[in-house]
């Protein structure tokens, strides 16, 4: 069977066939110099915010582990001798192995979390995917966000939950770098494309030289002027007003919190910003990656996996110090586009596969090892198959904490019965 690697396929933009209107491109483009997008890339790294009217009563982090993270290096089910047999190369030693059951331990680097896990506000569970493979990155990626697979209309599950209440804030989500949204917040609602949290103001002047400018504005494009540019002008002006409490705040991480050097540090740091500014952000995204990893995946010594673990757990560690107290309001979920196959290759690496693991950390969470592990299978082709829909997880979060209804967010979808990793509000 043969694998696609982002080495050899060349990634399409997200949403190019979302048909975004010119509408949407121009909303904002004068004033913040950004075209209607929702990411902020910190190198590969990348934060999205959407925001609520007024404060967010719960917020949502979704954490997107981009090249397909190996969820059996990440969460072993070490009493599977199919594991070790598979990987006699990279295999995690089960004396190395963290917080361990009779099934399952997690990976040295996920140590920095542990006392999240010790409270009972880190749960994994595991073998959970798309119904039917998909091993294309691109692809998988857009069918996991799109999450409607019945629908045509391209609208990714996260645009339709910060959509649900139909409020029509002008800020309801926020790029900070540029470029193109993923497939989950492609939709109507509207969104932002900025350089970074203190590039939301108004090009050509900062401090009072704002004021004289933003007045010149008001009077050029006020409510007079009904066009899509001049709506997309006092839209952008709103944006930049909303946003003002987050520029105001600190630079610096509240409660002593460290985080890594590296672009998923400076995302949720972003992230932290955002939340302690309290502007209504109920959704933020962050993509982190690139978790491909065909050669060289490495030990608990060295290795691809282990970076970006150690960079991982480290990051969000220091998130939720950061974010202090207001982590009682805040849910982490992370997501992969599929995982890995349970024998090693060649390159002492791992070729695309299919069943992987999520992690929920944070406000609602019960803590410990969910999900139901199939039996290994020691063949080159061997996938760990899916025994949960990745929808299943995501529903029990939005449906606990965010007040949101299986039908609005997955269409379609029958939801299974509720894992337990989730307490309600």
Known sequence: MTTETAKTQTPEPCCTDYRTSRRSFLRGSAVLGGAATVTAAYGTAMTQTAYAAGSAQQVLVVLSMRGAADGLSLVVPHSDPVYYQARPGIAVQSDRLLVKNGTFGLHPSLAPLLPMWNAGKMASIHATGLPVANRSHFSAMEEVEDADPTSDARVGWLNRLVGRDGTG??????????????AAVCGPQPVLVTGGVDSVQLAGGT????????????????????????QGMRSAMDVVADFAPVRATSETPSNGAVYPRGDLGSALQATARTIRADVGAEIITVDHGSWDHHTWIGTTEDGHLKRLADEFALAVAAFFKDIGTL?????????????????ENANQGLDHGHGNVMFALGAGVKGGYYG???????????????????????????????GASTAQIFPGFTAARAKGFMTSL
């Open 327 to 343: 982590a009682s309001k805040v849910t982490l979920v992370t997501i992969s586009e599929f995982g890995r196959r349970v024998v």
């Open 169 to 182: 804030s002008p800020i309801e989500a926020v790029q900070m770098g540029g470029g193109v949204p993923s």
């Open 372 to 402: 139901t592990m199939p039996t290994l299978t020691k063949t080159t082709d061997a996938d760990v198959l899916v025994t949960t829909d990745y929808r299943d997880v995501l529903n029990e979060v939005i449906t606990t904490r965010m």
């Open 207 to 230: 401090g009072t030289s704002e004021v004289p400018r933003r007045n010149a504005i008001s009077q050029a494009w006020g409510s007079g002027a009904n066009d899509d540019l001049a």
